[in-house]
Every structure is written in C-alpha cells, then in structure tokens.
C-alpha cells in the first residue's frame, strides 16, 4: 500500500505562484510514473503534468511554460506552478503507479483570484 498526502494549495492572486508537495509514504519501492491532476469546479478531473521513473515529462497544453513538475530520490513529487490564472482554480491530485495499483492523494486546492 502507498499513502499520498498532497500539500501547499491556498488561496493566491492571478499572477502568483504555488508549489504543491506530494509525500509517499508505505511501501514505497517499486513506484513507477507520477503525476499530478486536477478537478476544476463542475468539470471533470485532467492531467496536469507526469514524470516517470526516468525523469521524463510531459504536461498538458495548458501547463507547458508555466508549470514544473519534479521529484526527488526518496519519496517526493512536487508541481511548482508560475503565471496562475483564475481558471488554473482546482483541486489538485498527486498519483503514482505502482504495478497494477494507481494510488491517489486526496487532493489539496488552489484558489486563484483577486
């Protein structure tokens, strides 16, 4: 079993920035890709960005240049979001493979406004 705790969301201005913070915790050996999500108000839960266990990326069109996800060698995940907009507002989910298991956080929320 992995436990994913995400952390770091809050209430920010248009303009601003947020790192989010994902800790596994568990057994943790054996985890693959990562990624973040997230479920706007009233819309469906998207991908944010993903990062494999090679450390590739890949993000959505709509976090290309302003979003960085990262990880280190222990047990973090980690989503350092620039240029926020309004409509960047979600609930953001970290998820990690491990095989055949997907494993979600329970989510931490961003508020982007003025």
């Known amino acids: 079993q992995v436990q994913l705790v995400e952390s770091g969301g809050g209430l920010v201005q248009p303009g601003g920035s947020l790192k989010l913070s994902c800790a596994a915790s568990g057994t943790i050996s054996g985890i693959g890709d990562a990624g973040w999500y997230r479920q706007p108000p009233g819309k469906q839960r998207e991908s944010v960005a993903t990062i494999t266990s090679a450390g590739t990326t890949d993000y959505a069109d709509f976090a290309k240049g302003r979003f960085t996800i990262s990880k280190d060698n222990k047990n973090m995940v980690y989503l350092q979001m620039n240029s926020l907009k309004p409509e960047d507002t979600a609930v953001y989910y970290c998820?990690?493979?491990?095989?055949?298991?997907?494993?979600w956080g329970k989510g931490t929320l961003v508020t982007v406004s003025s």
């Open positions: 998820n990690v493979k491990k095989w055949p298991v997907n494993y």
